[in-house]
């Protein structure tokens, strides 16, 4: 497939030029349904409130806010979309051009009509009581503090510019459509950034930077968003020199040849078999990680934290359906199990007993007892694939919420009013890590990661790691072939329910106390949006949705880096969660052998078409390589 597909297209020797098609030869009811369909998202999202909560974060000071953005990415996106072909082995594969461009300021220009007749409409009738997000701050805003009319002209030719931006990407090179997608990301994320950039500039003494950068209002600057723009192209052309420069294909291929020689010696630690590429990239990410919380402030400590804590979760979680491909809905059980552990362990206000055992001693407990949850969670369920597995791990993780809810169990979990007064953590007599202080929480968040990083890594590449794999592409098979697959299940659960284990005990010495409602259902959901957006089975892909999702939008009860996002970040969550499994299955950073199960069919499919079309060139003589067949 040469364009959507997971393989590129094998080439032919020769090929003749793509041929191109009249301006207004038009796929015009693709182009109808996809204006009508962004016409009533665009309604929605203004009817939703999105412009007017997110209009009070200003991105580039004075002319743009995330108000404004809440309602120009969608046109780019649904444009772009529009533009998109579908070309297999055989078919032509036109030249993209002005027809393209045509296309997609054609679709942004009728969804922001949609715009234009809400204006207009709410102007001119009074539908305010059905219509309850309706307000005169959207009103200004759409109609851009100016008029109704006015409002209504200039959003169909916003749309059609930005449309024709979106169905340009597809008529520039691949280069340049690249470069002006990150150019795009990285002022945004420049702006998104901001209360970082700043913690970061006070800690290194250099605040005149981010004065620089940012306006009073907290927006990136005219020149400042120049800057970044320029410096990004400036990056990518770099990079794109050095990748072609002779001399770097030479280093490559010396590199490589000394990573295979050292490779096959499967006698020294998994370290020094690494490519030494791999090792000092390694080394230097692990030295950022610890030296950058010492410049951070406060505020982005605590954020970083409770990624942290997400990502614990994930990789546990990452473990149990990423790789052994058992859907688990009730995840959030082992995070309470971890939790409530500690908490009657350690604190002295615990209703029933109180040994107030030292943080550690208790962590050791509520991993036993994550490992026997894991394992009464895992063996009633472990003959169930499928929808019956997950709706019946769904159901444990509410039983498990529930019982510390229920009367029964009040005089040792004290019902709603929770455990209090839970003590930080001790280390070694050295220091003492309470919340409060956050750089403190955060190194011991990166400790436990960095285990739970090893742990996965080293399973994944082991013996069960492969047993578990092989039972998520098909157990029926695994277990054909030798696989047991009830034992590799079980540790599974066992090993998910430790690593998140090591999150709820971190989280009850870090608040000082638990609560039921902290582990309600949402917690599992938002673990598992996390794993599948950013690679289900890949570790850098579970990392990176985490620092994502949780960095950007926060956590269920946790706020992220924009906290207008609040009220509407599970609806995001959902809207993330459909389009990834649409459009990118596999996740943001997936890992190789988890993308070919995903696409084995594609792979199929091109296999078969470059079958058929290898047939036709040698029954034609080879005359047919350059253009489709009829």
Not at 15 to 20: D, G, M
Not at 317 to 329: E, K, M, Q, R, S
């Amino acid at each position: 497939m040469t364009e959507t597909g997971y393989f590129p297209a094998t080439q032919g020797a020769t090929e003749a030029p793509a041929p191109r098609r009249r301006l207004l030869d038009q796929d015009w009811p693709k182009l109808l349904r996809a204006g009508a369909i962004l016409a009533v998202g665009q309604v929605f999202i203004a009817l939703s409130g999105m412009p007017v909560t997110f209009d009070r974060r200003l991105l580039i000071d004075p002319i743009l806010s995330l108000g404004y953005l809440s309602l120009l990415w969608l046109p780019l996106v649904v444009s772009y979309w529009v533009g998109r072909e579908q070309v297999l082995e055989g078919m032509t594969a036109y030249a993209k051009g002005g027809r393209d461009v045509l296309a997609g300021a054609m679709t942004a220009l009728l969804g922001n009509a949609g715009l234009a007749l809400l204006v207009v409409g709410i102007t001119h009738f009074d539908i305010r009581d059905p219509l309850v997000n309706w307000s005169p701050q959207l009103l200004g805003i759409l109609e851009f503090e100016e008029s109704v009319w006015l409002g209504a002209l200039i959003w169909p030719a916003i749309g059609a510019g930005t449309g024709a931006l979106g169905g340009g990407l597809h008529w520039a090179s691949s280069r340049i459509s690249r470069t002006t997608v990150i150019v795009l990301l990285s002022v945004f994320g420049a702006a998104v950034l901001e209360s970082v950039i700043t913690d970061l500039t006070q800690g290194f003494h250099i605040e005149a930077v981010s004065e620089w950068l940012y306006g009073p209002k907290r927006g990136l600057t005219y020149p400042a968003a120049i800057v970044v723009a320029v410096a990004v192209v400036g990056v990518m052309t770099g990079l794109a020199a050095y990748r072609a420069s002779p001399a770097r294909d030479e280093r490559a291929a010396r590199g490589e040849g000394a990573a295979t020689s050292g490779g096959s010696d499967t006698t020294r630690p998994a370290w020094r078999r690494m490519p030494t590429r791999r090792l000092v990239n390694l080394v230097l990410t692990v030295a950022a990680i610890v030296v950058l919380p010492l410049f951070l402030g406060r505020l982005t400590n605590e954020l970083l934290a409770n990624v942290g804590l997400f990502i614990l979760l994930a990789l546990g979680l990452n473990i149990i359906v990423g790789l052994a491909g058992i859907l688990d809905l009730g995840y959030v059980a082992f995070f309470a199990v971890g939790g409530y552990s500690v908490a009657v362990l350690t604190s002295p206000g615990s209703p029933r007993f109180d040994p107030e055992i030292p943080w550690f001693g208790a962590l050791f407990v509520a991993m036993l007892l994550a490992g026997l949850a894991g394992l009464f969670i895992g063996a009633p369920v472990i003959r169930m694939r499928g929808d019956y597995l997950a709706i019946v791990t769904l159901g444990f993780g509410e039983i498990i919420r529930v019982l510390l809810l229920s009367d029964w169990l009040s005089g040792t979990f004290n019902g709603a009013q929770g455990i209090t007064n839970i003590p930080g953590v001790e280390v070694f007599g050295l220091a003492t890590v309470r919340g409060f202080e956050p750089r403190s929480v955060l190194y011991l968040v990166l400790v436990f990661c960095a285990i739970a990083v090893y742990v996965s890594w080293r399973l994944e590449n082991s013996r069960i790691g492969r047993a578990w794999m092989a039972i998520r592409e098909d157990e029926s098979v695994a277990e054909a072939m030798g696989v047991d697959t009830v034992s590799a299940k079980l540790m599974a659960f066992v090993t998910g329910a430790v690593l998140g284990s090591f999150s709820g005990a971190i989280l009850s010495a870090k608040v000082g106390s638990v609560f039921p409602h902290s582990f309600a259902i949402i917690v599992s959901i938002v673990i598992l949006v996390v794993v599948i957006f950013g690679g289900m089975g890949n570790i850098p892909g579970v990392i990176a949705g985490a620092v994502v999702l949780i960095g950007i939008l926060g956590g269920p009860n946790q706020p992220g880096l924009l906290q207008e996002f609040a009220e509407y970040k599970i609806l995001i969550y959902g809207a993330l969660l459909v389009w990834m499994m649409i459009q990118r299955s596999e996740g943001l950073i997936p890992s190789v052998r988890r993308a070919r199960e995903l696409h084995i069919d594609e792979m199929n499919q091109d296999a078969w078409l470059r079958a058929q079309a290898a047939a036709d060139d040698a029954h034609n003589g080879g005359g047919n390589r350059g253009g489709g067949r009829p």
